[in-house]
T-cell receptor, first 111, second 111 residues
Framework: GENVEQHPSTLSVQEGDSAVIKCTYS??????FPWYKQELGKGPQLIID?????GEKKDQRIAVTLNKTAKHFSLHITETQPEDSAVYFC??????????FGQGTILTVHP | DVKVTQSSRYLVKRTGEKVFLECVQD?????MFWYRQDPGLGLRLIYF???????EKGDIPEGYSVSREKKERFSLILESASTNQTSMYLC??????????FGEGSWLTVV
């Protein structure tokens, strides 16, 4: 089955800096790659996703890039703010809905 | 707004008890999922369902069963709870090809 590795496990940045989280996946047939943000005590919320026919997608301060050849994808957050502090999860899907998740990254943005 | 509701947020159960975790979605989603979340392990798929009365095992089904008698309701059952099932349980719903939405989670402690 699919295996997703996520790095780093923790990331600490100053407000205004950029943050990058990277994931690799094992199955070249995976075609859908979402990113979720989870705040304390809450369920994960989708923040951005990308499909295998697209190399990059951007939504305001958040962007995701996908390299199908290398089987990795990354989340980029620019101009970080304290409210960006949360746990971020990447995921990969072979078929719609059945996601395999990375281990998560705890992002801390210091004011 | 989309809504996946987990009726019990916090539960404490004794070893050997039968435990029911209930999940209801109001988005008319075909697909529903139960994940388990543990520190350092990310989210792991327990069971999923593509339609009423249909179920398929995920990556860690041992010790669990599910029930989907109605489209909007997907229940996770621990036949005989054990301490290693202490965890956060997340229910999710998704329509084919669309975003997966998570509930707020159910924290289960087995003593």
């Amino acid at each position: 089955g699919e295996n997703v590795e996520q790095h780093p496990s923790t990331l600490s940045v100053q407000e205004g800096d950029s943050a990058v989280i990277k994931c690799t996946y094992s199955d070249s047939a995976s075609n859908y790659f979402p990113w979720y943000k989870q705040e304390l005590g809450k369920g994960p919320q989708l923040i951005i996703d990308i499909r295998s026919n697209v190399g990059e997608k951007k939504d305001q301060r958040i962007a995701v890039t996908l390299n199908k050849t290398a089987k990795h994808f990354s989340l980029h957050i620019t101009e970080t703010q304290p409210e960006d502090s949360a746990v971020y999860f990447c995921a990969a899907s072979l078929s719609y809905g059945k996601l395999t998740f990375g281990q998560g990254t705890i992002l801390t943005v210091h004011p | 707004d989309v809504k996946v509701t987990q009726s019990s947020r916090y539960l404490v159960k004794r070893t050997g008890e039968k435990v029911f975790l209930e999940c209801v979605q109001d988005m008319d989603h075909e697909n529903m999922f139960w994940y388990r979340q543990d520190p350092g392990l990310g989210l792991r798929l327990i069971y999923f369902s593509y339609d009423v009365k249909m179920k398929e095992k995920g990556d860690i089904p041992e010790g669990y069963s599910v029930s989907r008698e109605k489209k909007e309701r997907f229940s996770l059952i621990l036949e005989s709870a054990s301490t290693n099932q202490t965890s956060m349980y997340l229910c999710a719903g998704a329509s084919l090809g669309n975003t997966i939405y998570f509930g707020e989670g159910s924290w289960l402690t087995v003593v």
